[in-house]
Every structure is written in structure tokens, then in C-alpha cells.
């Protein structure tokens, strides 16, 4: 694509818009009231809007390397922060995909260079699923497990946060863990039981114990 198209597609962009409606942007700049959160993977090809069917200001999204929640990434912990405490989203969601680089290059016996400490996180997702994981002799299923178990402790990570806690104890605020079928364009819901998973670390994670 030549750069220069980027320009005159936003061009195209800004007429269809005011077609439609005149105040679109004014109403744009008015402000974000985001009923979402959206955490998914920095794939080029897993947008949040489009695989969602939603519009700009309906989902306040951060993305990077197969949608991970660490605790000590500064910019993950400020968006979710930001989302949370500020503009009051209802529901968070981490997305994850199949066919994820992100999950493949960390199963590979090799040295990544700088993307090592990053990877390490799936490395460790598969280390606390290990016997289920390896059971799976069809390698191609085995990633697409590791996708959503990678998805799920994600969401437990959110779960483990102050700023999570609080929303769920203020106004019941609820964490969704899903994955996109890149083969197929299909949004899945993996219906993950959260009461069960946290169930035996409840006691070790809970800020609010008031909470249960």
C-alpha cells in the first residue's frame, strides 16, 4: 500500500461519516463513555471494532503480544486503571485468537532475544497446564488450548487486581474471556467459571475480603 492512500482514505472516511450524519465528529469530540474494555492481541489481523460490529467510543482498547495482563507492565495496568476508575466500563474483555504468533514463538526452543521476558508469561501459562496441554497429541489443538487457557489466566490476572475488586464490589463489573476463530471469523465465548477457578486462591487474592 502506498502511504500516500492512507491519506485519501481518510478523506472518503470523513465524507461517508458526515453523509450519514453532520455531527458525527462534534459528537465524537464531546467525550467516551465506553461500556467495554477490550484487551486482544497486537495481531494486524484481529481488529476490536470490526470483529465486535461496533462503533468508535464503544470500547476503550488496549492491545499487545497475545493479550497478556502482566501486573508489572506499566501500560497495561494504567489503561486498565484508566478504564476502570475513570470511565467506569462495565465489562472487561480479553481476547485472544487462534493461529496467535504471540503463543507459537513461545513454545519454541529459542532464544527471542528481547521478546524472551515477555513470552516467559505463555511459557508459564503452559507450565500450570502442563499434564492437560501435553495430553493433546495433535500439536495444532494443542496451541489452540494453549490460546485459551492463555486467555483465562489473563482474566484471572485481572481478577487479582485492586481496581477489578473494587468495580465488582461498586457496580458489579464483569471480566469475559473470549477468542476470535481467525479460520472461520467466529467469536467465541469460552464461558470461563470463574467462581471455581478462584475458588482455592480466593483467600491468597482477595483486597476486598468483604467480597466473595
Known sequence: MDISSVFKNNEKWIESKLALDPQYFDKLASGQYPEFLYIGCSDSRVTAEDLMGIQPGEAFVHRNIANLVNNVDLNVMSVLNYAVRHLKVNHIVVCGHYNCGG????????????????????????????????????????????????????????????AVQEAFKERGLKVHGWVFDIHTGKLIDLKIDFDKILKSIREIYNLYPEVE
Not at 521476558?117 to 502442563?130: A, F, G, K, S
Open 103 to 162: 503463543v507459537k514463538a513461545a513454545m519454541q526452543p529459542a532464544d527471542m532475544g528481547i521478546l524472551n521476558p515477555w513470552l516467559r508469561n505463555i511459557r508459564d501459562v503452559y507450565r500450570l497446564h502442563h499434564d492437560e496441554l501435553n495430553a493433546i497429541q495433535d500439536e495444532e489443538k494443542r496451541y489452540e488450548r494453549l490460546v485459551e487457557l492463555n486467555v483465562q489466566e489473563q482474566c484471572v490476572n485481572l481478577i487479582k487486581t485492586a
